[in-house]
């Protein structure tokens, strides 16, 4: 059996500023910020500035913990008073921060929350499913590529209606999965509806080809139907 380590950094409760620090992998600047904060709440302005991705986690756990994602007190003790928010002696229980986070972030494993094993997540069904997904579109992007190279219009990309069936299908397994949870009542990922996976593909991808509010609903509507006309 393996002997239990302290991870640095790691407490029975936080305040929010020590879990972004953490969080942000700024563990060795602690002293320094810390510093800097004197006695303002919950950061100050030089801190944004120097350190952007401290001051980007500490707005999402605000974040959550007014949409009651995340559960605070005082001095370790649940309380979830919304006066506290506002409070310099808020914490943040080591605990709820773990389930946070793995509902909510759950591709983020910070150190001092999750040991090193859990780094990288046992391979589930759903999830090998979805990596021979990905597999059958790299094929795909082989054979486009491949015919792409016979005389044509070189501003023309023709992909065969095989080739457009079995990208809609693998759109459609894809958001199945997604959107879908075990038979116990897992959900297989954060998102609910399809306008949050819209939404964040938006978020992250904007501006690439195709990646509009009109050409997603258009194109996971026809994948969703074509996968429907198979099963």
Known sequence: MKTPTLKPGTKVHYSPLEVAIRWSDLLEQEGSILDKRKNTYPTTLDIIEQWPLLHLNIERLFDAMRHNELLYGRAGITVCDPEMLSSPELTLRHVDL?????????????????????WQPN????QADVRALLQQLQELKTEVTTSSKAPADKNTLRLSRRGEIAYLNIIGALLTLMLGQSPSGTRYSVFNTLESVISALIAHHDGRPGITERILWAKF?????QLCTQS
Request: charged fraction near 35%.
């Open 123 to 126: 391979l589930t069904l759903e």
């Open 98 to 118: 773990r389930r946070w986070m793995s509902t909510y972030y759950p591709t983020h494993k910070p150190g001092f929350l999750f040991d090193e094993e859990e």
């Open 221 to 225: 509507s026809e994948a969703k139907r």
